[in-house]
């Protein structure tokens, strides 16, 4: 890494860190978790950048160039669309195949796991999931063993090799060209979101939660050391930046107070806990609102976490987890998307009056970034953290 | 702080194993040379084989 570069980059990953340390910097850290919007500033279609890895680093290339941030999510997309062609993934569809080329990828949510799945889960879940799983959702593997699910194995897992390693390039581009530091390493979901998400889905995890309730809570007893270590494994053992943990379904009112307390809190307190006592910290990814739950989160070790605040009451989270653990966010996305710049301007100054004066603040927009926000929106931003948020 | 699962009282393979050394070892026995070189490299294409089978329920 050049000198200049080098020392540019560490400056980035000081004020980065020491916000998350709950210090005081000389800036408020600008971390941006931006998606889609990288395609469409840097001129890509979404079918380029979901199937066209050099297609998809450039485009996180092009943003780093004008802007300055001081951490960056990476590339726009986090998946490879010919990784899920080459086994032939039933449950997502993607630009330019399925969806018209500037259409943002679609989950298609079903049951793939069965209520008479939760036996085998529980006793042995990487057996299930290669047994059972692999070819209810994937296309090449409806007859195992044959010519096609074969080759779709080897396809797969070359994929996943050449997605990784195209990802690795990615950040250490980032960091040399042009001195900034990925937000985060490694990714992980809250065990009932697990099983919430791509195996029963949130009509049947809801069913359970009535029908089977001991099997759920089983269920995601046995996921919490698969998810930490697969957090850990996929943050190639970094323990300087937090790991992703995007929340799902711990959102008020998916579950109300009660069967938050019962089946979200106790497996996700515990996978937070087991990273940290590994020396990795969580980027607490609070889609939707979490007012409800702050008094619960502040039992979590200090310093453990990273509370990234949407649709929560930014106040309360100061009030009840300030002190405790860095706090970032929440220019909201439709102010982002819709609004005009000084809207954004005057909405980053009150945030940075109001909650960024001790330190352990970061800024950010309230979730992912979208093709639709507008570009003189992150300029404002970036520009006001810039200019109002110096210690 | 909460208390973790000790690896005995964990359900199926542990993770980060598809196949566990101690069953591949006796498959492979009798081993000629140091054992630890075959195991560590072994332990690692095995954990990528995990993680790619947890790849898609991680999503």
């Known amino acids: ?391 | 702080m909460t208390e973790m699962p000790k690896k005995e009282e964990l359900k199926g393979m542990p993770p980060g194993v598809c196949i566990p050394w101690e069953q591949k070892l006796k498959e492979f026995a009798p081993i000629a040379g140091n054992p630890e070189i075959i195991k560590n490299e072994w332990e690692k294409l095995d954990t990528f084989a995990y993680i790619y089978l947890w790849y898609w329920v991680h999503r």
Not at chain 1, 281 to 296: D, S
Request: aromatic share 12%; hydrophobic share 40%; net charge negative.
């Open chain 1, 1 to 391: 890494m050049a000198s200049e570069k080098e020392k540019v980059f560490q400056e980035r990953l000081s004020r980065y860190t020491t916000a998350m340390d709950l210090g005081k910097p000389d800036k408020v850290p600008i971390r941006l978790q931006v998606s889609e919007f990288l395609a469409k500033y840097a001129g890509f279609t979404l079918q380029e950048i979901y199937y066209d890895l050099d297609k998809n680093n450039a485009a996180v290339n092009k943003f780093l160039a004008d802007f300055d941030v001081d951490a960056v999510f990476g590339a726009p997309s986090l998946w490879w669309a010919s990784l899920h062609d080459a086994v032939g993934a039933k449950y997502l569809k993607f630009a330019g195949r399925q969806l018209e080329e500037n259409r943002q990828f679609q989950y298609v949510e079903e049951e793939y796991m069965l209520p008479e799945d939760y036996d085998a889960f529980i006793e042995d879940p990487t057996k299930w999931i290669l047994n059972t799983y692999l070819p209810r959702i994937h296309e090449e593997f409806a007859e195992p063993g044959s010519y096609r699910a074969n080759l779709a194995l080897i396809k797969g897992a070359a994929a996943l090799v050449m997605a990784n390693g195209a990802m690795q390039q990615a950040a250490a581009t980032c960091a040399k060209e042009y001195g900034v530091p990925t937000s985060i390493s490694g990714i992980l979901k809250a065990p009932f979101d697990t099983l919430g998400d791509t195996l029963r889905g949130l009509k049947g995890i809801m069913m359970d939660l009535r029908k089977r309730p001991d099997k759920v809570l089983a269920a995601m007893e046995v996921l919490v050391p698969h998810n930490i270590f697969y957090a850990l494994a996929t943050a190639g053992g970094d323990t300087v930046l937090p790991a992703f943990l995007p929340l799902h379904r711990g959102s008020y009112p998916f579950l109300n107070p009660k069967q938050w307390d019962s089946f979200y809190w106790p497996t996700l307190k515990k996978v937070i806990e087991g990273l940290w006592a590994q020396g990795k910290r969580t980027l607490f990814y609070a889609e939707g609102n979490w007012t409800p739950y702050l008094e619960k989160i502040a039992e979590l070790p200090e310093k453990s976490i990273v509370f990234h605040v949407d649709q929560t009451d930014m106040a309360k989270a100061k009030e009840i987890l300030g002190g405790r653990f860095c706090l970032s966010g929440n220019v909201p996305n439709t102010m982002i998307s819709y609004g005009k710049p000084e809207e954004v301007r005057d909405y980053c100054k009150k945030l940075i009056d109001e909650y960024a004066a001790d330190g352990g603040f970061i800024i950010d927009a309230a979730g992912v970034i979208q093709s639709d926000a507008k570009t003189e929106n992150i300029i404002a931003l970036i520009e006001t953290a810039r200019e109002y948020g110096v210690y």
